[in-house]
């Protein structure tokens, strides 16, 4: 039978088909092959033009379609010195979307590129950053060797490949190795290719931040796993292990660090910008590596995320000592995290996250650099406000939100984000496409492009939109460990690699031997000294956060009205099989659109655009079926405020992060915990007349019923004898409490916290009642109760 409705279906595809042999939107495999041959067409418009207007240079100028290299005059112009050391950047970083695509020809004719322009041993007097180099120019060539070398690849050279690609990494590696020779064993963030630091100004060296200290590990460790030699290991994993240790007692990592003392720079941090990769690299590097201790960094920093910074629609930027949330804004970059809980294995939540940054795309026609969900007020016009918004308007064209993209269409299969993906392939083709090349946006207010195409847009931008739609490729029938570096640069190891790796690696290298042993030996003399290298100790207080809802925003999007789902009617009745689980499962889509609505400001010159998953072609095939007006989940209006619990508080030993460890997804029922101790609890004041988080309308008899399950005096009311209808009446707002969220872990509307351990220490804010119920300023958690007690 399913044999006979796939016939159906691809019959009456096209039957309505036009010029390709598709239906535009329905994603059968003839418009899947024609997104995927305008991909490549796109990158090679981009690729062959660099190779012939701006080769040897490391980029090319998109508008001016010349080179694009180092600013010899101004050595302080680090965004543009940092990732361009004259080794051909743009070469280098698209071999392996070359190698994806199957290119063997242009494959080899790069390589050979290599072999003779290429400067062998990378004696280059150009300051670089070591993190960029590493990414771009280090993995780039690793990754290509692999393919080079691999005979289930469509590239396999053979015998005619003589590991050029390896020799050039490792001669790489050597020049960027001794940015790591500092006391405390973290990396500088500059080196000089051809002197290390010689005629470097110390103001170059002075700070880095924990994404570009800790995720050169790796890269360098897959070095060491091709040449055997483990010093290039060993050197960055003891970097990538100090930051780790340097976190806070809530297991949150600094965002910066100073590489001379170790000391962190700043209180907050996020998932983006500056701290994105060393989550990337911890869960990439346990699977890459078969590593248990860098899956238990995942973890556990994960669980940390989830529980202090995480919200409904993206992950904020906390404090590190409380998890407090401060610095009201997102960054494009921070895009990438939804595909990394993709392999994690939290797909709902990154499909909530992915939505966040859709809304951005709708809105602006990019990602900008930063935007604000809660933006500081401006009084003089309407111009600053908006500017406001987008503190930092830019679009390079980063490949942060299609890599995203990329990933849940794989875990789902789900055509929506084919649609979203479809749609940000166009727009490359219809707004950002040079005569040779492809041009970002210096404000995405304005429309103003910028004269630069970064090599990521041929790495990443361009490879992960091909990927999306080349459902056949290798890639996706490999079932090894493969891992896409931040880079986009596809990395594996085979079980050969690992045994002959086990049996010959080496460490013989006394400059590194040294050096090792000497920041070891200042690790154990501090720790004797007792000397807190980070910051301060915490308090053992019970810490609110607010979480008020943004009651003053309004609905002026065209099309959206509360309640209701803006759906056009499906003109295909008849084949109901077809849907997209986002669009048929609406309650929460428009959401954003409604909550955002003063901050998410479209360009005038955007004010007409139809959002991605509402475009009729789209919406008509795979649109629900069921109801024409499906409802929208209502938005809440009832205030919420968040407790963190510290030790000292139960009798339970239990360490904070063993809690609840691996649990992704809603609790749909109940759920034990050990004890309070290191637990967050988001807690929901409901009053008579509110929308909950769940979207309901609370009701007025069912606090009551709970009113009376307490009794006055435990809930501290000055008339033992008062009942609920009269205390309702003095004070009709007068709310009870229920746990919505427990260590970021979203419960449903009936589900239970069970507590094994009681109440022995606590503030006076803390207790039980009767009934079991933990008390928070004499008010109870309804859904929070004490084993004990039944």
């Not at 993190?131 to 780039?140: D, K, V, W, Y």
């Amino acid at each position: 039978m399913r044999i006979i409705w796939s016939l159906t279906l691809t019959l009456w595809i096209s039957h309505q088909c036009f010029g390709s042999g598709f239906q535009k939107s329905s994603f059968n495999r003839h418009e899947l092959h024609h997104c995927r041959q305008e991909a490549q067409s796109l990158f090679y418009h981009a690729y062959d033009n660099y190779l012939r207007l701006a080769y040897p240079d490391d980029e090319l100028y998109p508008i001016r379609c010349r080179g694009r290299t180092r600013n010899v005059e101004n050595d302080a112009d680090l965004d543009r010195n940092d990732v361009m050391g004259n080794y051909s950047a743009t070469l280098v970083d698209s071999l392996t979307t070359l190698a994806i695509m199957g290119d063997k020809d242009r494959f080899k004719k790069a390589i050979d590129l290599i072999r003779t322009d290429l400067e062998p041993e990378f004696k280059i007097n150009a300051t670089v950053q070591v993190f960029e180099t590493t990414i771009r120019i280090l993995g780039g060539l690793l990754s290509a060797h692999l393919y080079a070398t691999d005979p289930a690849k469509r590239v396999f050279l053979g015998r005619e490949y003589d590991g050029i690609l390896l020799h050039r990494a490792h001669r790489l590696a050597d020049r960027l190795l001794p940015a790591y020779l500092t006391k405390t064993g973290l990396p500088l963030p500059r080196i000089n290719l051809a002197t290390e630091y010689r005629n470097v100004p110390p103001g170059f060296l002075q700070e880095n931040n924990a994404a570009a200290m800790a995720s050169p590990m790796l890269e360098f460790t897959l070095l060491s796993y091709l040449t055997h030699d483990d010093k290039y290991r060993q050197v960055t994993k003891y970097a990538f292990d100090k930051i780790w240790s340097l976190r806070s007692e809530i297991d949150l990592v600094p965002m910066s660090f100073s590489p001379h003392t170790e000391m962190a720079n700043n209180f907050y941090t996020g998932i983006g910008a500056s701290i994105d990769s060393f989550y990337e690299y911890a869960l990439k590097g346990a699977i890459l590596f078969q590593d248990d201790e860098l899956w238990n960094v995942w973890e556990l920093s994960y669980n940390a995320l989830r529980k202090h910074s995480r919200g409904d629609w993206f992950f904020s930027n906390v404090e590190l000592m409380s998890g407090h949330e401060i610095l009201p804004w997102i960054d494009s970059l921070s895009a990438f995290f939804p595909g990394l809980q993709v392999l994690a294995g939290d797909v709902p939540d990154a499909q909530k996250k992915h939505l966040m940054f859709l809304k951005l795309w709708n809105t602006y026609g990019g990602i900008p650099e930063r935007w604000e969900f809660d933006p500081r007020e401006f009084e003089n016009n309407e111009q600053e406000l908006n500017a406001s918004y987008v503190p930092l308007p830019w679009y390079p064209l980063r490949p942060e939100f299609v890599e995203t993209t990329y990933f849940l269409y794989r875990a789902t299969r789900d055509a929506f984000y084919l649609q979203v993906a479809r749609s940000i392939l166009q727009d490359l083709k219809n707004y950002f496409m040079t005569d040779c090349g492809f041009a970002g946006l210096q404000d995405v207010m304005t429309g103003q492009f910028q004269d630069r195409m970064e090599t990521f847009v041929l790495s990443e931008t361009l490879k992960y939109l091909y990927l999306t739609f080349d459902v056949d490729n290798e890639l996706h029938k490999d079932g090894s460990n493969v891992i896409f570096s931040t880079e986009a640069h596809p990395l594996w190891l085979k079980a050969a690699d690992f045994k002959r790796y086990k049996s010959s690696s080496f460490f013989e290298d006394t400059r590194y031997r040294d050096h090792l042993l000497r920041v070891q030996q200042r690790d154990a003399s501090l720790k004797s000294s007792n000397i807190n290298r980070f910051f301060h100790d915490i308090s053992n207080l019970l810490l609110y956060r607010a979480r008020y809802p943004d009651r003053n925003s309004t609905l002026n999007r065209k099309g959206i009205s509360t309640g209701t789902c803006p759906i056009m009617r499906s003109a295909n009745d008849s084949f109901q099989f077809l849907h997209s689980d986002v669009i048929r499962h609406c309650e929460r889509l428009f959401e954003i659109d409604y909550r955002y609505a003063s901050n998410l400001r479209k360009p005038s010159k955007l004010i007409d655009r139809v959002p991605i998953e509402l475009e009729s072609s789209f919406y008509h095939i795979w649109g629900s079926q069921t109801s024409p007006l499906p409802k929208c989940q209502l938005p809440p209006t009832t205030d919420s405020f968040d407790v963190i619990f510290r030790v000292g508080w139960s009798n339970s030993k239990t360490p904070p992060n063993s809690q609840l460890s691996g649990v992704y997804g809603p609790i749909k029922d109940s759920i034990t915990i050990e004890s309070l101790i290191g637990v967050r609890l988001q807690v929901e004041a409901l009053i008579p007349g509110a929308i909950d988080l769940h979207g309901e309308v609370v009701d007025a008899d069912y606090l009551a019923y709970l009113w009376e399950l307490n009794s006055p005096a435990a809930l501290g009311f000055p008339n033992p004898g008062q009942d609920f209808k009269n205390s309702a009446s003095n004070d009709p707002r007068r709310p009870i409490y229920r746990v919505s969220i427990l260590n970021g872990i979203q419960l449903a509307h009936n589900a239970t916290v069970w507590i094994n351990s009681t109440l022995d220490t606590s503030p006076s804010a803390l207790g039980m009642n009767h009934n079991g119920m933990l008390m928070l300023d004499k008010v109870p958690v309804v859904n929070a109760l004490f084993k004990s007690m039944f």
